[in-house]
């Protein structure tokens, strides 16, 4: 799913997260993008808004065919339903059984009253067992959530974004709250499932290594602005150096907003 965002900007209060922003993905056959850059750069915001959970203040977002800058309605509906999320803190629900955890994903796919009494069809259950198989838990599934170790946790995650049949996953630092061991063990589970299906992956990381040994394409965000943009063999140690200990290039103040924004 191809997505392009033209002169993006967001802004909360008076803090400006994105200034800016152009972006074309997954149209030019990279399956995974990196997403890089200090903290406070902009990276989650990005995701939050190609997941539909935040609004571009200016500028135009197209995931796939849809128009995100139109606003809500059914397409807003089906963004949100074909897009997989991948969270840093896996963002589980503790008391709930591994299984009840990645039949939610399916959520999205039922209607009112039979997501409301939690009915899900034979099918669902026959795909949750299966995803669990293949990310090593199926022995697990009916312990709570919150008994799984982290990396064990993130492995749920994984199965409940692919329960969803995504057309897209977006994960935000997917492996920062894992021990290294675990943290390659996720990324290559990540990497061979969505690999496997075909599916785009916009995946936040810190660790440099990772990104060059995963990543097709990376873009690295600086004070909400794209600083670097291009394959990964062309991320020098200097260009590196300047995206994290360089000088800020623009503060994250009101300052070159575009008058939509301050009228
Ligand atoms: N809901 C919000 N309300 C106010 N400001 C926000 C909100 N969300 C993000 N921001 C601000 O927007 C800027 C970008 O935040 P964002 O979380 O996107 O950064 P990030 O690149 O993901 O950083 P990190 O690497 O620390 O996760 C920051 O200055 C942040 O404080
Ligand atoms: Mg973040």
Redesign the pocket.
């Known amino acids: 799913m191809r997505i392009r965002v033209e002169n993006l900007w967001?802004t909360?209060?008076n803090?400006?997260?994105?200034r800016g922003v152009c972006l074309d993905l997954f149209g030019d056959g990279a399956q995974v993008v990196a997403l890089i850059?200090?903290?406070?750069?902009?990276?989650?915001?990005?995701?939050?808004l190609l997941k539909g959970m935040?609004r571009p203040s200016v500028g135009k977002v197209w995931v796939g065919s849809f128009p995100l800058h139109e606003g809500g309605g059914e397409g807003l509906q089906q963004v949100r339903k074909r897009t997989g999320m991948i969270y840093?803190t896996f963002q589980l629900i503790g008391r709930l059984t591994v299984l009840e955890n990645v039949l939610i994903g399916r959520l999205p796919h039922l209607n009112l009253t039979q997501g409301l009494l939690r009915q899900f069809s034979e099918q669902d259950l026959a795909q949750a067992e299966r995803l669990l198989e293949e990310v090593g838990l199926l022995e697990h599934a009916w312990q709570r959530a919150d008994a799984l170790s982290g990396g064990q946790q993130q492995r749920v995650g994984i199965a409940r974004a692919l329960i969803q049949e995504p057309a897209l996953i977006l994960a935000?630092?997917p492996i920062s709250a894992l021990d290294p061991k675990n943290a390659q063990v996720i990324m290559d589970l990540l990497l061979g499932m969505v690999c496997r299906q075909g599916i785009p992956l916009l995946v936040?990381l810190?660790h440099l290594e990772m990104v060059r040994h995963y990543a097709n394409r990376v873009v690295a965000?600086k004070d909400?602005q794209v600083f670097f943009d291009g394959p990964v063999s062309a991320l020098t140690s200097e260009k590196e150096k300047d995206l994290y200990f360089g000088e800020e290039e623009a503060s994250?103040t009101l300052g070159g907003l575009p008058s939509a924004l301050t009228a």
Not at 15 to 18: G, I, S
Not at 37 to 48: D, I, Q, Y
């Open positions: 967001v909360f209060k803090k400006v997260a994105l850059g200090p903290s406070g750069a902009g990276k989650s915001t990005l995701l939050k935040v840093q935000d630092e936040t810190h965000f909400g994250q």
